[in-house]
Each structure stands twice: as C-alpha cells, then as structure tokens.
C-alpha cells in the first residue's frame, strides 16, 4: 500500500519527499541552448496586455541588449506615452524621428503626443510626415492626421463622438494598432 502512495506520488510529478516549498518565481536561468524572448517582443506583448510600466522595462532591456535603436527608442517613447509622461515621451519620440526619418509608427506616436499636449498645428505637420513616409498605406495614421486636421481647422471641433488617437509599432514588419486609455 505505500509503495503504491508513493509511486503515485512520483507520477504526478512531484517528489513526495522533497520539503521544501514550491518556488512561486519565475526562473531566474535558461536551460543550456535555449534563447531568451527579445526584450522588444516582451514589451509589445506586455503592452498589448495593458501592462505598460512592464513594457517599458522590458523595452529598456531591449536598449542593453540590441543598442538604442529606433525601433527601441520609438517602443520606449510610446510606453511613456501610455503611462502619462508626456514631456518624456516626446523627448524620446524626436530622438527617434531624428535617428531614422523614415520610421513611421515614431512620427506617428510622437503625433499622438503632440496632441495631447496641445500642440495642434504640429501635430498635423508630423501626422503628415508619417503618412507621406507611409503611402498613405495606414487606416489608422489616416485617421489621426483626419482628426488632427479637423481640429487645427476648427478649435473648438468636437471630438466626442470620435475615437481617440491611435497609437502604432511595428511587431513582425507590420503596424497593429495599440489601444489608447
């Protein structure tokens, strides 16, 4: 009958022997020959689950490991756009656009900053910047300059019955849409 126990013990997977605690961390090392995850994968992905200060760490150690990058420096920047920092976002946004003028989820984010610090007339100048480099290819960075536009036009255009501005990155060579709070 104990052989039986602890047989059963064994085929679930644990060591009926062992006392000490299940270890409720993450592992802290990989198996030899495995990779880690890419810092900026992490952070898309923990962007994408609503998880901003996360990302933005997970981005930084992108920048440790990859360099700083426009790709990075851009995900840096729209991170700080999703937690509030605006003046640090834009910082870093320009950074970007200076790096590499053809990097279009950068002028966009950094379109989406200028508007909501006020700077209208700007922030149609770089959303149009972002869909000259873009082709025009992009619904969304459409949209934003249609918004954008419409309020340097008209001050006091409404903007209630309309979405709010849509942030965009670059994941796997394509543009997915981030949700804006």
Known sequence: ???????AGCASGTNPFDKSPPNPYAP????RGEEA???????????AAGEHELALKA??????????????????????????RLGQA??????????????VPAWNNLGVVLMETGQIAEAA????????????????????LRLALAKSENPDY????????????RGTGDYLLLSQI
């Open 59 to 84: 981005y930084l150690r992108a920048a440790s490991e990859q360099g700083v990058t426009v790709d990075v420096l851009s995900a840096i920047g729209s991170a700080n756009l999703q937690l509030g």
């Open 125 to 144: 100048r770089v959303f149009q910047i972002a869909f000259g480099v873009d082709r025009g290819q992009s619904a969304q960075i459409r949209e934003n």
């Open 1 to 7: 009958m104990l052989a039986s126990v602890v047989l």
């Open 28 to 31: 802290t090392a990989l198996k």
């Open 90 to 103: 834009e910082r870093i946004l320009r950074k970007a656009t200076e790096m590499d003028g053809s990097f």
């Open 158 to 169: 409404d903007q209630t019955h309309n979405d709010a501005f849509a942030l965009v990155r």
């Open 37 to 47: 995850v890419d810092g900026l994968t992490v952070g898309h992905r923990l962007t």
